[in-house]
Nanobody, 120 residues
Framework: QVQLVESGGGLVQPGGSLRLSCAAS????????MGWYRQAPGKQRELVAS???????NYADSVKGRFTISRDTAKNTVYLQMNSLKPEDTAVYYC??????????????WGQGIQVTVSS
């Protein structure tokens, strides 16, 4: 009923930038909070940033001042602008929108994951 398509990852040098996108489609009635998580090898998945339907943002301390989360409600899309990337930002990034599908209750969906590698 819901499809998520992530894009924008890749290999970048330290100090570089990337922009991740996650577009949701399907029988969507409403999308509430949209978040980005990441998981590095051998580590637990962690919240990177989130944005509510009213635009309130929350960031992990490790990315404050470097990453910016935004959303386009009309396109059901969430973005993560990542600047001043560091090697420790290397991870698989997942989007996680809280979606209400017509006729059902709210469910958190996960994107397929997209690799971000920061290395010289």
């Amino acid at each position: 009923q819901v499809q998520l398509v992530e894009s924008g990852g890749g290999l970048v040098q330290p100090g570089g930038s990337l922009r991740l996108s996650c577009a949701a489609s399907g029988s969507i009635f409403r999308i509430d909070t949209m978040g980005w998580y990441r998981q590095a090898p051998g580590k637990q998945r962690e919240l990177v940033a989130s944005i509510t339907s009213s635009g309130s943002r929350n960031y992990a301390d490790s990315v404050k001042g470097r990453f910016t989360i935004s959303r386009d409600t009309a396109k059901n899309t969430v973005y993560l602008q990542m600047n001043s990337l560091k090697p420790e930002d290397t991870a698989v990034y997942y989007c996680n929108p809280q979606i209400v599908v017509f006729g059902t209750s709210k469910v958190g969906y996960w994107g397929q994951g997209i690799q971000v590698t920061v290395s010289s």
